[in-house]
């Protein structure tokens, strides 16, 4: 006999595991496309070898953010269709088709093509799958403040899709290095890149699915809208957004998280290559920096309803500069030790991005409430799109500027290189621009870009500490006066006139 189904006073099922579990498979979704983007650096530099053009190409693509983002964004807000069951999940459903391709389209492995068609390989490639994973992703970081209004929820949601997000990532980031790098456990294997982004995109369509599903909404997105509401401004919506202080912290915040992470990625696995000199293991001890954010995330809904989002939030950026600091502790002389000082190390460091990262979402959820709250529109598009826009900045210039720097300390491609040291920019006998040519690089260079790794870690925590406690003002108090505010003016809204 099948459970009898609670409902609220609203008529609405009760919030439960359930939603926890969907808005989670959704961020896994994400992932599913998005893991890989970490391999892009070494992909398009080792396989493909376009050295340092791909820094130049992944800085001008992010233009294609700048527009990408705010004007999905802005469709979404603007758009007011009416849908089977929600414009947010519609959006979803067209973003995660797109998906199945779009992720693979950014690692076409073609190294023996002329320069030209390698930038337009790579720039056609990143743009479709940007232009989809917007599609999707925008709306489903606005769902979080639809799905429920009370705050004890929203960090229980912002909690799972933090688990969404690890599985996301732990998955490909422990099997991937296995399959995509050959026997040597250094060299890339371009056809392999491409057919494991096929499947993830394949595993995330599936995994939206299930989240489209399973997802109730019970705050209605258009409960301010009335005919005399002023006509949707663009440019009155990118002003809100700059004068939204939770969501202009919590995007700092973001932004140094993606600008030191995703530039440490990139150097973390070269670091693997030269300095441990085995990159099929960096997933698993990866894997090990993950065990802080699993302990704390069941924790989270309980914490935040005690201390605060804020308050936590900080506390974890605290403990974050304090596991970045200790990175700069290396021992050259014996990797092995060193190997188990940098996992100690990142421990401390996730343990506080564990807790920053279980209230993130749940801190933007808020952040679109504060513009109701201060400018009477919820705009859910606009702020989400604007706080992912920078994200992506962030994510484009983070491996960017890594690389660069990484060069400047002696990191180059150096499978082609000739007799005389100079490299010949065509691929070798196999057709590849790859394997790295550690005894040329030299020690030195190693120890350099492993000093680097705690340098990114580091300016990563600072940023989220002045993003938190610095510009972010919803603390614990503030926001219950906000959620009280909202809530009433929602009932008068709601209620019949008399008479």
Known sequence: MAKEIQLDENGKRKFGIRDSIAYAAGDLGCNMSFALKGTMALFWTQVMGLSLWYSLLLVIVQVWDAINDPLIGTIIDSDRRSYKRNKFLTYIWFGSIGLIVGGACCFLPFPGAPLWAKIIIFIAGYVIWDAFYTIAN????????????????????????????????MLPMVILPFIIYKEDGVTLNGPMVFVAALVMGVLG??????????????????????EDQPKFNVLVALKNFC????????????????????????????????YFKNAQISGVVQLFAMIPIVVFTPLARKMVTKYG???????????????????????????ALDLVLYILCQLVYSLGLGIY???????????????????????????????????????????????????????????????????????????????????????????????????????????????????????????????????????????????
């Open 138 to 169: 925008v709306p489903y970081g606005s769902l979080l403040s639809l799905i429920s209004k009370e705050p004890a929820d929203r960090a229980s949601l912002s909690a799972w899709r933090s688990i969404g997000s690890m599985v996301g990532n």
């Open 205 to 226: 369509f599936i995994c939206f699915q299930f989240m489209i599903k399973n997802t109730e909404i019970r705050v209605e997105e258009d409960i301010k809208l009335n």
């Open 243 to 274: 004068l939204n202080r939770p969501a202009v912290g919590a995007t700092v915040a973001a932004m140094g998280m993606f600008i030191g992470m995703q530039g440490a990625t990139t150097a973390v696995t070269v670091v693997f290559q030269i």
């Open 309 to 335: 989002k804020k308050e936590l939030s900080v506390i974890g950026a605290i403990c974050s500069i304090v596991g970045g600091a200790c990175l700069f502790i290396i021992t050259p002389d014996n990797t």
């Open 357 to 499: 990262s279980t209230v993130s979402w749940a801190m933007m959820g808020d952040a679109i409430d504060y513009n109701e709250w201060k400018t009477g529109k919820r705009e859910e598009g606009v702020v989400y799109s604007l706080h992912s826009f920078f994200r992506k900045l962030a994510q484009g210039l983070g491996p960017a500027v890594a690389l660069v720097i990484m060069t400047a300390l002696g990191y180059v491609n150096n499978a082609n290189l000739d007799a005389n040291g100079e490299y010949t920019n065509i691929p070798d006998a196999a057709g590849n621009f790859n394997a790295i040519n550690v005894e040329w690089l030299g020690w030195d260079v190693a120890v350099n870009l492993r000093i680097l790794v705690a340098a990114l870690f580091l300016v990563a925590a600072i940023m989220q500490f002045v993003g938190l406690a610095l510009i972010y003002n919803l603390d614990k108090k503030t926001l219950d006066k906000m959620n009280a505010d909202l809530e009433a003016r929602h009932a008068s809204v709601e209620a019949p006139v008399e008479g």
